[in-house]
C-alpha cells in the first residue's frame, strides 16, 4: 500500500517560527497546548480523579477517561491560544514512555488532525520533554551540557543533556521510582492519591530529626527506593500496633523526616553526577521536582558548588504538554517527522 503522507514535502515547508499542537496522555492526565516560536498560547489540562479511590492509576479505567476528554481538553487549547487550525505547523504527541492504552488514545488522535490537516506528525520521549520543561518560558541561552535528575511516578533518572535533542541517560532506578515511594508511603499512612503533594505539605510542619531511617546502598549512580518503603513499612506498623493514633498526632514529623530521607537519597547521587561529569549547570524536573524540600536543597547545591540553575516552574513539574511542544520545537527545526502510516506508541520508549 502506498504511504498517506511524504515527509520531504513538509522538510521543504519547513519554517523557523513554527505553531505547534501538542498533545499529552500517557498516565493519568489528558493534556493540550499550543505553543508558537517557543512562545506558549495555550496549556490546558485534565487531571483523571477517577483512580484517587483506588490508590493509584488503573490502566483500563485512565486509556477511557483519555478516549472522553481529549476532544474537549485539545478544542480549549486551540480556542485559548486563538488560532485557526489552519496556522498549525505540525501536531504532536507523546509516544512513549507510558501505558499502552492511554498512549493509543494520544498517537491516533494526532494522526487523525495530521491527516485530516494535511501537517506533518512529530513522535515526543515523555522523559525528554520533562528535562525540556526546564527551558519553557526562558529566553536566554542555555548553559550545555548539564546534568538533570528527574523524579516523577514512573521514572528516576540522572541524564546527561548535551543539547535539547541530545541526552543520555547516566544513572537510574534499579526498583521504584521515587515519586511512586511518596505515594506507597502515603498510602500506608492512608494518604490519597498521589500523596507527594501531601506529604510536602505536612512535611513543612514538622522535624526531619525526630525519626530515623537506614541508608540504602546502591553502586555508582543508581538508585533504589524499594528498601526504604520496606523499612518505612515496618516502622510504621510497628508504631500504629502499639498506638492507633500513632499517625495522627506525629503525622508532620513522619512526613518530614520520611521526605528528608527521600530527598537525601535522591541529592546524594546528584551530587556525585555533578563531580563525575563535571558539568556546570544542573536541573530537576518531574512531578517531584514540585517538592518544596528538594527544591530548596538543589537550590542550596547550586549556590555552594557555583553552578547555574534551571529550576523548572512547578506547573510544569507535573504531567503537561507545554513540555511535549517544548521537545516537539526542536524536533521541527531538526525535521524529525513521522510517517503517519506507521507511527505507533512505544510504552517503554527510550531516548
Ligand atoms: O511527572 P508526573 O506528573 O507523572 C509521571 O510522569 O509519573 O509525576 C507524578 C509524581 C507522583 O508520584 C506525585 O506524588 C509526585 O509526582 N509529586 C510530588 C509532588 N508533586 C507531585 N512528590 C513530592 N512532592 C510534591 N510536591
Ligand atoms: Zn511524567
Known amino acids: 500500500m502506498p504511504a498517506i503522507t511524504g515527509n520531504k514535502r513538509y522538510f521543504s515547508m519547513k519554517k523557523q517560527n513554527p505553531t505547534i499542537l501538542a498533545i499529552e496522555s500517557s498516565c493519568?492526565?489528558?493534556?493540550?497546548?499550543?505553543?508558537?516560536?517557543?512562545?506558549?498560547?495555550?496549556?490546558?489540562?485534565?487531571?483523571?480523579?477517577?483512580?484517587?479511590?483506588?490508590?493509584?492509576?488503573?490502566?483500563?479505567?485512565?486509556?477511557r477517561d483519555h478516549q472522553k476528554n481529549i476532544v474537549a481538553v485539545v478544542k480549549e487549547a486551540i480556542e485559548l491560544a486563538k488560532i485557526n487550525l489552519s496556522e498549525l505547523d505540525c501536531i504532536a504527541y507523546t509516544q512513549g514512555p507510558g501505558l499502552l492504552g492511554s498512549l493509543l488514545v494520544g498517537?491516533?488522535?494526532?494522526?487523525?488532525?495530521?491527516?485530516?490537516?494535511?501537517?506533518?506528525?512529530?513522535?515526543?520521549?515523555?522523559?525528554?520533554?520533562?528535562?525540556?520543561?526546564?527551558?519553557?518560558?526562558?529566553?536566554?541561552?542555555?548553559?550545555?551540557?548539564?546534568?538533570?535528575?528527574?523524579?516523577?511516578?514512573?521514572?528516576?533518572?540522572?541524564?546527561?543533556?548535551?543539547?535539547?535533542?541530545?541526552?543520555?541517560i547516566i544513572?537510574?532506578?534499579?526498583?521504584?521510582?521515587?515519586?511512586?515511594?511518596?505515594?506507597?508511603?502515603?498510602?500506608?499512612?492512608?494518604?490519597?492519591?498521589?500523596?507527594?503533594?501531601?506529604?510536602?505539605?505536612?512535611?513543612?510542619?514538622?522535624?526531619?530529626?525526630?525519626?530515623?531511617?537506614?541508608?540504602?546502598?546502591?553502586?555508582?549512580?543508581?538508585?533504589?527506593?524499594?528498601?526504604?518503603?520496606?523499612?518505612?513499612?515496618?516502622?510504621?506498623?510497628?508504631?500504629v500496633s502499639q498506638n492507633k493514633d500513632f499517625f495522627e498526632v506525629n503525622k508532620y514529623d513522619i512526613c518530614a523526616s520520611i521526605q528528608n530521607k527521600l530527598i537525601d537519597m535522591a541529592?546524594?547521587?546528584?551530587?556525585?553526577?555533578?563531580?563525575?561529569?563535571?558539568?556546570?549547570?544542573?536541573?530537576?524536573?518531574?512531578?517531584?521536582?514540585?517538592?518544596?524540600?528538594?527544591?530548596?536543597?538543589?537550590?542550596?547545591?547550586?549556590?555552594?558548588?557555583?553552578l547555574k540553575l534551571y529550576l523548572p516552574n512547578k506547573k510544569y513539574c507535573t504531567d503537561n504538554a507545554a513540555m511535549i511542544a517544548m521537545v516537539a520545537h526542536h524536533k521541527y527545526l531538526a525535521g524529525q517527522f513521522q510517517n503517519i502510516d506507521s507511527a505507533m506508541p512505544i510504552p517503554r520508549m527510550e531516548f
Do not use: W
Open 28 to 63: 493519568d492526565d489528558t493534556a493540550a497546548a499550543v505553543l508558537q516560536n517557543k512562545k506558549l498560547l495555550s496549556n490546558t489540562l485534565f487531571t483523571q480523579i477517577i483512580h484517587s479511590k483506588y490508590g493509584g492509576v488503573v490502566p483500563e479505567l485512565a486509556s
Open 171 to 239: 544513572g537510574q532506578t534499579l526498583d521504584d521510582a521515587m515519586g511512586e515511594a511518596f505515594d506507597k508511603i502515603g498510602k500506608m499512612m492512608g494518604l490519597p492519591y498521589p500523596a507527594g503533594p501531601t506529604i510536602d505539605e505536612f512535611a513543612q510542619k514538622g522535624s526531619i530529626n525526630t525519626f530515623s531511617f537506614p541508608n540504602t546502598i546502591v553502586p555508582d549512580l543508581e538508585y533504589s527506593f524499594s528498601g526504604i518503603k520496606t523499612s518505612f513499612s515496618n516502622f510504621f506498623q510497628g508504631k
Open 267 to 306: 541529592m546524594n547521587k546528584f551530587c556525585k553526577a555533578v563531580e563525575k561529569t563535571k558539568v556546570k549547570a544542573i536541573a530537576i524536573a518531574g512531578g517531584v521536582a514540585a517538592n518544596s524540600a528538594l527544591r530548596a536543597k538543589v537550590e542550596n547545591l547550586a549556590i555552594t558548588k557555583n
Open 107 to 168: 498517537c491516533c488522535f494526532a494522526k487523525g488532525m495530521a491527516l485530516a490537516l494535511d501537517k506533518p506528525l512529530i513522535g515526543v520521549n515523555h522523559m525528554q520533554a520533562h528535562v525540556l520543561a526546564n527551558f519553557i518560558d526562558i529566553e536566554d541561552q542555555i548553559e550545555f551540557p548539564l546534568v538533570c535528575l528527574t523524579v516523577s511516578g514512573g521514572h528516576t533518572q540522572l541524564v546527561y543533556v548535551k543539547d535539547f535533542l541530545e541526552m543520555k
